[in-house]
C-alpha cells in the first residue's frame, strides 16, 4: 500500500458518504430514465488515484454497503467493483496516465463493466432479463452517465485524497518527468 | 521485493472475488430467514435512519435535478400530449357530431311514429348550408325535386316545426325557417284553444309570437301546434299538431295592437343537423282537432 496509513479512514468514511447520498438521493435523479450511478465512478477514482490494491478493498467495501443498504444480492456489487477498483489501479500503476481525460475513458469502461457485468450475473443467477432494445438503450445510457460524471467525481476524490497521495499525476503533468517511465507506485 | 508486491497484490484480489463469490453463494443459496439476510436486515435498521435523514436533507438537491429533468421531460411529454389532444379532440368532435345526428334521428323516429307524420311520406334531409346573414333564416338542405320535394312543403324535425320549402333544385332545396320574417303559420294553443298565427318576432330574433289571437286567455308555458286545415277551401302547407314551441311571455298590452304572446321555437334551429320534409300534401280529412284536450304530438 502505497497511501499514507490515515488515508484509510478517509476512505471509510467517503465510501460510507457517497454510499449513503447515492441510495437516499441519487439514485432517485433519473436523466432520460436512467437513473444516476456515482458509485463506479468513484470506485474508479479511487483505484486510479491510489492503485490496484486500495482499489480493489475499496471498491468490495462501496460493493458491501450498497449491497447491503439495499437488501441486494450480497457479492454482486462487491465483486464488479472489486474488479473496476483494482482496474483502474492497474492502470494508473502500468500506465500512469496524466491526461486530463483519462477518467472519463476509464470511468466508460468501468460503468460498461459493472452495467453488463450486473446484468450478466442476474442472468446467471436465474432472473428474468429480457433482452431488449430498451434495455440495451438503458445500458448504453448508464455508460454515457457515468462518462459525464466521471470527470466531476474524480476531481472530488482527487481533492479529498489530495493530503494523502504520495504523488498526484496532474501535479507531476505540470513538471518534466524526469525520473523515468515507471508510476511512483509501481517503483515503490 | 516486486515479486512479493505482485503475489500480495495478487492476493488481494483473489482474496476479495473469492470473498464475493462465497457471499453471493451462500446469501442466494440460503432461506430468507438465513444468517446474510438477518445480517442484511440488521445492516438496515442501522442504516435505515440514515437514509432517511439524508433523504431528507438531500430532497432540495433531488427537486433541483428532479426539476431539470422533468423539465426536460415534460416537453417532450407535452409534445406528445399536444398531439394526443388534438387526435381526441377530433376523435370527441366526431362523437359529438354524431351523437348529435343520432338524437335528431331518433326523435325524428318517434314524431313520425308517435306523431303520424308517417303518412305525409317525410323525406330525411342533411343539412348542407346555412345562411350566414342575420337577415336571413334559411337553410339549404341536400333533398331537391329529385327526392319529391316541392316548395312550400313543411319542414320538420324530432323536437317540431321547423319552417317549409321555399326554393328547390334538383338536388337541393332552400328551407325558410319559422324564426324567418317571412314565415307565418295557423297556429292554435293548446289549453286554451286559441286559434292565431305563428310568425317571427320582431323584436326578439329568434323567436316567435302569436298574432290575431281572439281572446287574451293565453298562459305562459302553453304548448303552441300547427292548426292544420279547416277547410277544404283554405288548405294549409302544414299537418296539424306539429309542435311549434311553446308560450314564453304574454304581454297584455292596453290593445289589442299593444298585445304580444312570445313563443319559443320547440326545435333547435341554431344546431340543425337533419331535417324531414313532409313531402305529401295535406289532405282535408286530416284537419285539426277541435278538442282542447287533444294531444298533440311530442
Given at each position: 500500500m502505497n497511501l499514507v496509513p490515515n488515508s484509510a479512514g478517509r476512505l471509510t468514511a467517503l465510501a460510507v458518504i457517497v454510499v449513503i447520498v447515492q441510495v437516499a438521493a441519487v439514485s432517485q435523479i433519473e436523466v432520460f430514465g436512467v437513473p444516476i450511478d456515482v458509485s463506479t465512478v468513484l470506485v474508479m477514482s479511487v483505484g486510479l488515484l491510489c492503485g490496484s490494491v486500495p482499489g480493489a478493498v475499496f471498491g468490495f467495501g462501496v460493493g458491501l454497503l450498497i449491497d447491503t443498504a439495499l437488501l441486494q444480492t450480497l457479492g454482486i456489487t462487491s465483486l464488479l467493483l472489486t474488479l473496476v477498483g483494482y482496474g483502474a489501479g492497474r492502470l494508473r500503476e502500468l500506465r500512469d496516465p496524466a491526461h486530463g481525460l483519462t477518467p472519463m475513458a476509464v470511468g466508460a469502461v468501468a460503468a460498461s463493466v459493472t452495467t453488463v457485468g450486473h446484468a450478466i450475473l442476474q442472468f446467471l443467477l436465474g432472473?428474468?432479463?429480457?433482452?431488449?432494445l430498451l434495455l440495451l438503450r438503458e445500458i448504453l445510457l448508464a455508460i454515457v452517465l457515468s462518462t459525464l460524471l466521471a470527470l466531476p467525481v474524480h476531481a472530488l476524490v482527487r481533492r479529498v485524497l489530495l493530503p494523502y497521495l504520495p504523488d498526484d499525476p496532474r501535479r507531476r503533468r505540470r513538471?518534466?518527468?524526469?525520473?523515468?517511465?515507471?508510476?511512483p507506485l509501481s517503483r515503490a | 521485493m516486486y515479486d512479493r508486491q505482485v503475489r500480495r497484490r495478487r492476493a488481494v484480489l483473489a482474496v476479495f472475488v473469492a470473498l464475493s463469490l462465497i457471499l453471493l453463494t451462500a446469501y442466494f443459496g440460503e432461506?430468507?430467514?438465513?444468517g446474510l439476510h438477518a445480517v442484511q436486515r440488521g445492516a438496515l435498521q442501522v442504516l435505515g435512519p440514515i437514509q432517511e435523514g439524508a433523504s431528507r436533507a438531500l430532497k432540495p438537491a433531488r427537486d433541483l435535478f428532479g426539476w431539470v429533468g422533468d423539465t426536460l421531460d415534460a416537453k417532450e411529454q407535452r409534445d406528445e400530449l399536444l398531439k394526443r389532444a388534438q387526435s381526441l379532440e377530433r376523435e370527441v368532435t366526431d362523437l359529438q357530431a354524431a351523437e348529435q345526428e343520432n338524437q335528431q334521428l331518433r326523435k325524428m323516429l318517434e314524431i313520425n311514429t308517435a306523431g303520424g307524420l308517417e303518412r305525409y311520406q317525410p323525406v330525411k334531409a342533411r343539412v348542407s348550408a346555412r345562411s350566414p346573414s342575420l337577415f336571413y333564416s334559411q337553410i339549404t338542405v341536400d333533398k331537391g325535386s329529385s327526392a319529391g320535394v316541392r316548395v312550400d312543403q313543411p319542414v320538420v324535425n324530432g323536437d317540431g316545426l321547423v319552417g317549409r320549402v321555399s326554393a328547390v333544385t334538383p338536388g337541393y332545396s332552400i328551407v325558410t325557417l319559422?324564426?324567418?320574417?317571412?314565415f307565418a303559420a295557423a297556429a292554435r294553443t293548446l289549453g286554451s284553444n286559441q286559434q292565431a298565427t305563428i310568425s317571427a318576432s320582431v323584436n326578439r330574433p329568434g323567436g316567435l309570437e302569436l298574432e290575431f289571437?281572439?281572446?287574451?286567455?293565453v298562459r305562459r308555458g302553453e304548448r303552441v301546434v300547427t292548426a292544420g286545415s279547416l277547410s277544404p277551401r283554405l288548405k294549409s302547407y302544414f299537418p296539424p299538431n306539429i309542435p311549434i314551441g311553446?308560450?314564453?311571455?304574454?304581454?297584455?298590452?292596453?290593445?289589442d295592437l299593444d298585445r304580444r304572446i312570445h313563443v319559443k321555437p320547440?326545435?333547435?334551429?341554431?344546431?340543425?343537423l337533419w331535417v324531414e320534409i313532409l313531402t305529401r300534401d295535406v289532405e282535408p280529412q286530416l284537419e285539426a282537432s277541435t278538442d282542447p284536450t287533444g294531444t298533440p304530438t311530442p
Open positions: 432472473a428474468a432479463l429480457p433482452l431488449s513538471r518534466a518527468y524526469t525520473t523515468g517511465g515507471l508510476s | 432461506s430468507a430467514g438465513g319559422i324564426t324567418d320574417d317571412q289571437v281572439q281572446a287574451p286567455r311553446r308560450v314564453s311571455r304574454v304581454d297584455i298590452g292596453d290593445g320547440a326545435a333547435d334551429l341554431g344546431s340543425l
